[in-house]
């Protein structure tokens, strides 16, 4: 005879059914660096063959888990060894093709993202690397589902200003190439400092160099959870409540997902790796990181007070998460990108949210300058300038940072960009007109910092 | 074995036979009802069982459908789902 509680069935049906609890995506990381070869189609040839022989039941057990415990999974997606080094090994370079490839494996296993159209050039480029850079604009248009990621900077390397400098070309060239979907091109882009290996999210996720031959990581997320929780303390409730509050619910939240991760790694036969426990918002009402601020007292996203209200949110969310879970990983914390928050698109629609809170704020979220929508005719060299400051934000601060910006063709602000599902719609936001055109052509490595003297 | 256990949770507009009704169908389908519990929530009917479907030669999908499909002839909000997820979720 075993035990239950009502309550905690309620709370848990509650949860999943009102709150939009729900594991956001069960990825399948996949080594490709047995898939190397001289010729570039039977390298194509090798990958599209071990990536739908480990992922041929990725959709079916996750769905028949959906169904065993009755928590929604999002998405099914494949992150995979970075292609630079495997189309590296090439006599001649198409990294186009390859890109092509994946999209085709990704589609025969029913995921609707794969990740890994990558290089890892923190402290300088390979020739696969500058190549696999130059082609990402078209790899991202001829392609639905490949998601690409450049890690720029890092802690111990620095900063990379070449192509720092190179990026806000190829961000803006992925977006002008998919002109006619508000440059979704440059949705499924995102430039990293301190990259971590083993992330489950998109646009991010590729299969890091130290990891094993394949693995299972898992992301989950529950804003709507935490909100939830939050607006119903009192309103005098001290920030040692609060935060412990969000200990509990994370706790909760990332048990639920260790669960459904390990019984999808043992159904696939392949280790569990981790769980990343971040706070994804979708564009669904109330599941909203915006939301989370608003209840916990400011008046919405972008107040004073939001930086202090994120951090304390990230600091909880991994405190909570830490207990349930022996591997947590990934990007876990707290995210913010714009266009998928419907409470951060009315923030910023209504100008409370500036792009300068945001940079602020990714001091202390989990990630970075997020799905931001600017307008069309950025220069170049300004969208790197953001980049650059991002970079230096994670560089100094040893955490990782992205930005995931959309200069959206033929667009201003006042405009919107529109992209649907979970990438959501975001109001076109001012960027700061002064030229960062000389600093940025400078080139060259911004080296590595001290860390001692940390003031 | 606890992998074995489900939890099925009823909610909806109290009326006579919805305890008949879900237990005739967990006979038919082989599954051991160790324990039932009720109440009124907010004007709510809701009832709690625990079974366990070790003994059953149904798989779990052929018994959450079938009490799915018990819901929708009640008018009842059925789920059905492994209790593991709520020992794992309250329980450190």
Same mark, same amino acid.
């Given at each position: 005879m075993s035990f239950f509680n009502e309550k905690s069935i309620i709370e848990t049906i509650n949860m999943i @059914? &009102?709150?939009? $609890? =729900?594991? *956001?995506t069960v990825t399948l990381a996949l080594s490709l *660096?047995? #898939? #190397?070869?001289?010729n570039v189609k039977e390298v194509g040839d090798k990958i599209y063959n071990k990536i739908t022989k480990y992922a041929k039941n990725l959709y079916s057990y996750a769905s028949e888990i959906e169904e065993e415990y009755s928590i929604p999974i999002i998405n099914k997606r494949i992150a995979v060894t970075p292609i630079s080094l495997v189309g590296e090994s090439c006599k001649e370079y198409d990294y186009v093709y390859l890109a092509k490839v994946l999209d085709e494996a990704a589609k025969e296993v029913n995921v609707n993202f794969i990740g890994g159209?990558? %290089? $890892? &050039?923190?402290k300088g480029c390979t020739r696969g690397d500058n190549a696999l850079i130059e082609s990402i604009p078209e790899a991202l248009s001829q392609t639905q589902r490949v998601c690409s990621s450049i890690n720029l900077a890092s802690t111990k390397a620095g900063i990379n200003m070449d192509t720092v400098k190179k990026m806000g070309s190829i961000i803006k060239q992925s977006a002008n190439l998919t002109a006619d979907k508000d440059g979704i091109g440059a949705a499924k882009l995102v430039c990293f400092c301190n990259v971590p290996g083993d992330n489950p999210f998109m646009a991010g996720a590729f299969h890091g160099y130290g990891e094993n031959e394949c693995a299972l990581n898992i992301g989950v997320s529950g804003p709507g959870v935490v909100r939830a929780a939050v607006e119903n303390l009192? @309103?005098? %409730?001290d920030f040692g409540e609060l935060a412990n509050k969000i200990k509990q619910i994370a706790f909760k939240i990332t048990s639920t997902g260790e669960l459904v991760g390990r019984r999808m790694a043992e159904k696939m036969n392949i280790p569990f790796g981790i769980i990343d426990l971040s706070l994804a918002p979708t564009p669904a009402k109330g599941d909203s990181v915006a939301g989370i601020f608003q209840a916990m007292g400011l008046e919405h996203a972008g107040a004073h007070g939001t930086t202090a209200a994120l951090a304390m949110l990230n600091d909880a969310v991994k405190k909570g998460g830490i207990m349930a879970s022996s591997y947590v990983g990934g990007l876990s914390g707290a995210f913010i990108p714009v266009s998928e928050d419907a409470g951060m698109i009315e923030a910023a629609k209504s100008g409370v949210l500036t792009f300068d809170k945001l940079e602020a704020m990714t001091c202390v979220c989990? &990630?970075? $300058? =997020?799905?931001i929508a600017i307008p069309g005719d950025t220069p170049d060299s300004t969208i790197s300038g953001m980049i650059a400051d991002e970079m230096a934000i994670g560089m100094i601060n040893k955490k990782t940072t992205a930005v995931r910006i959309i200069p959206v063709p033929n667009k201003g602000v006042g405009d919107y960009a529109v992209y649907g599902g979970l990438l959501g719609e975001a109001p076109i936001m001012k960027v700061n007109n002064l030229s960062s055109d000389i600093f940025i052509n400078r080139g060259g490595r911004i080296p590595a910092p001290i860390h001692s003297l940390n003031n | 074995m606890s992998e074995n256990k489900i939890i099925v949770t009823i909610s909806g507009k109290d009326r006579v036979g919805i305890v008949a009704e879900v237990s005739s169908v967990l006979a038919k389908y082989g599954v051991n009802i160790e324990d039932i519990r009720q109440t009124i929530m907010q004007g709510c009917f809701m009832m709690f069982l625990l079974g366990d479907i070790g003994g059953s030669k149904f798989s779990f999908k052929e018994i959450k459908d079938a009490l799915s499909q018990t819901g929708e002839k009640l008018g009842m909000e059925i789920w059905t789902q492994r209790k593991e997820i709520f020992d794992k979720m309250h329980t450190i």
């Amino acid at each position: 005879m075993s035990f239950f509680n009502e309550k905690s069935i309620i709370e848990t049906i509650n949860m999943i @059914k &009102v709150h939009n $609890l =729900d594991i *956001r995506t069960v990825t399948l990381a996949l080594s490709l *660096r047995d #898939c #190397c070869g001289e010729n570039v189609k039977e390298v194509g040839d090798k990958i599209y063959n071990k990536i739908t022989k480990y992922a041929k039941n990725l959709y079916s057990y996750a769905s028949e888990i959906e169904e065993e415990y009755s928590i929604p999974i999002i998405n099914k997606r494949i992150a995979v060894t970075p292609i630079s080094l495997v189309g590296e090994s090439c006599k001649e370079y198409d990294y186009v093709y390859l890109a092509k490839v994946l999209d085709e494996a990704a589609k025969e296993v029913n995921v609707n993202f794969i990740g890994g159209f990558s %290089a $890892l &050039v923190e402290k300088g480029c390979t020739r696969g690397d500058n190549a696999l850079i130059e082609s990402i604009p078209e790899a991202l248009s001829q392609t639905q589902r490949v998601c690409s990621s450049i890690n720029l900077a890092s802690t111990k390397a620095g900063i990379n200003m070449d192509t720092v400098k190179k990026m806000g070309s190829i961000i803006k060239q992925s977006a002008n190439l998919t002109a006619d979907k508000d440059g979704i091109g440059a949705a499924k882009l995102v430039c990293f400092c301190n990259v971590p290996g083993d992330n489950p999210f998109m646009a991010g996720a590729f299969h890091g160099y130290g990891e094993n031959e394949c693995a299972l990581n898992i992301g989950v997320s529950g804003p709507g959870v935490v909100r939830a929780a939050v607006e119903n303390l009192p @309103k005098n %409730a001290d920030f040692g409540e609060l935060a412990n509050k969000i200990k509990q619910i994370a706790f909760k939240i990332t048990s639920t997902g260790e669960l459904v991760g390990r019984r999808m790694a043992e159904k696939m036969n392949i280790p569990f790796g981790i769980i990343d426990l971040s706070l994804a918002p979708t564009p669904a009402k109330g599941d909203s990181v915006a939301g989370i601020f608003q209840a916990m007292g400011l008046e919405h996203a972008g107040a004073h007070g939001t930086t202090a209200a994120l951090a304390m949110l990230n600091d909880a969310v991994k405190k909570g998460g830490i207990m349930a879970s022996s591997y947590v990983g990934g990007l876990s914390g707290a995210f913010i990108p714009v266009s998928e928050d419907a409470g951060m698109i009315e923030a910023a629609k209504s100008g409370v949210l500036t792009f300068d809170k945001l940079e602020a704020m990714t001091c202390v979220c989990s &990630v970075g $300058l =997020d799905m931001i929508a600017i307008p069309g005719d950025t220069p170049d060299s300004t969208i790197s300038g953001m980049i650059a400051d991002e970079m230096a934000i994670g560089m100094i601060n040893k955490k990782t940072t992205a930005v995931r910006i959309i200069p959206v063709p033929n667009k201003g602000v006042g405009d919107y960009a529109v992209y649907g599902g979970l990438l959501g719609e975001a109001p076109i936001m001012k960027v700061n007109n002064l030229s960062s055109d000389i600093f940025i052509n400078r080139g060259g490595r911004i080296p590595a910092p001290i860390h001692s003297l940390n003031n | 074995m606890s992998e074995n256990k489900i939890i099925v949770t009823i909610s909806g507009k109290d009326r006579v036979g919805i305890v008949a009704e879900v237990s005739s169908v967990l006979a038919k389908y082989g599954v051991n009802i160790e324990d039932i519990r009720q109440t009124i929530m907010q004007g709510c009917f809701m009832m709690f069982l625990l079974g366990d479907i070790g003994g059953s030669k149904f798989s779990f999908k052929e018994i959450k459908d079938a009490l799915s499909q018990t819901g929708e002839k009640l008018g009842m909000e059925i789920w059905t789902q492994r209790k593991e997820i709520f020992d794992k979720m309250h329980t450190i």
